[in-house]
């Protein structure tokens, strides 16, 4: 991010280390700036733009089983993503489970998801 950020909008990177989307958003955060106090006039994007390619999820082909859990009341990241990336994941050739727990937001999907998960990893190690 060298040379990316102003002074201002450099402070509050440590916030993404600990902090979701919404509190990020928040005036005590990256949300108390407009887009002309994060980032630097003439910044020159082109190395972030590639780390951004390269952590692109429906690039990667994972040699492991892959489960993806998504509550259809994530607003967070939309069940439309997770379907796009279920569908990249399974085009390179990665086996992939994916489940949608109705009613379920990004906070909640880890506690939905939990049995199907913990099944989902004994399937794979042989036990029932």
Do not use: K
């Amino acid at each position: 991010m060298d040379g990316l950020l102003t002074p201002g909008a450099d402070q509050l990177m440590s916030h993404a280390d600990d902090r979701c989307v919404g509190q990020l958003n928040a005036s005590d955060s990256s949300g108390a700036l407009s887009t002309d106090q994060v980032f630097r006039p003439g910044a020159d994007f082109a190395a972030f733009d590639r780390a951004m390619a390269d952590n692109e999820p429906g690039r990667l082909a994972p040699s492991v089983p892959v489960f993806l859990a998504q509550g259809d009341g994530d607003t967070t990241v939309l069940p439309a993503w997770t379907q796009a990336l279920t569908s990249q994941l399974t085009a390179n050739g990665v086996a992939v489970t994916s489940e949608t727990y109705a009613g379920v937001d990004h906070r909640g999907v880890i506690a939905a998801s939990y049995d199907d998960v913990t099944g989902w990893i004994d399937g794979l190690h042989g036990q029932s």
